[in-house]
């Protein structure tokens, strides 16, 4: 026995206006693409799982081992010295990056409030991998192995998809 779904039908033998054939609505095809995946804004929950692999990530080699990770003789250099303070400081961005981004997991943070504490970190990073990325002679000097330019570029725009990513997730 067929059932037709209820959804479908506003009365007996009737069909219901459907919002995809309503000619009043003028939506190009992308709008109706979204539409049909869910929308087009990108949700907190996958931005958040986005800064906990990425950030998480970094977070954790930070706080284990900077230097052995990101310092001069690393494949992943981003910087050609640290020094006690850098080692210090990076250490405790680490934890900090770790324990803030990977939150919603352990701590019960929501991911609509990790969002908007986000926005400005993100905003503020982005400028401060620019500087060095061109500027800091420590930073913008870093050569590496694994690939032939300084990875503070790859920052960068890392960052600016996810600045841009933020802004839709709290649209």
């Known amino acids: 026995m067929a059932v037709a779904p209820a959804a479908s ?3 007996p033998g009737r069909l219901a206006p459907s919002p995809l054939l309503d000619a009043t609505k003028r939506e190009s095809s992308s709008e109706r693409l979204l539409a049909l995946r ?5 949700s907190p929950d996958a931005y958040c799982m986005a800064l906990a692999g990425v950030y998480g990530g970094f977070g954790l ?18 910087w050609t010295e640290f020094g006690e303070a850098g080692v ?10 770790l324990s803030l981004y990977t939150s919603p ?5 929501p991911t609509d409030v990790l969002t908007k504490v986000a926005l400005p970190i993100g905003i503020v990073s982005f400028g401060l991998f620019y500087q060095a990325a061109a500027i800091l002679p420590t930073a913008s000097g870093a050569k590496n192995a694994f690939l032939p330019f300084n990875l503070w570029w ?4 890392l960052q600016a998809g996810l600045v841009v990513a933020n802004v839709l997730a709290l649209m």
């Open 88 to 97: 210090w400081f990076a250490r405790a961005l680490g934890i900090t990056m």
């Open 9 to 11: 039908f506003s009365t």
């Open 105 to 109: 997991m352990w701590a019960g943070m």
């Open 154 to 157: 790859t920052q960068v725009v």
């Open 61 to 78: 080699f930070l706080t284990i081992a900077p230097e052995t990770c990101f310092g001069g003789s690393s494949p992943v250099s981003y």
């Open 38 to 42: 869910g929308g087009g804004a990108v």
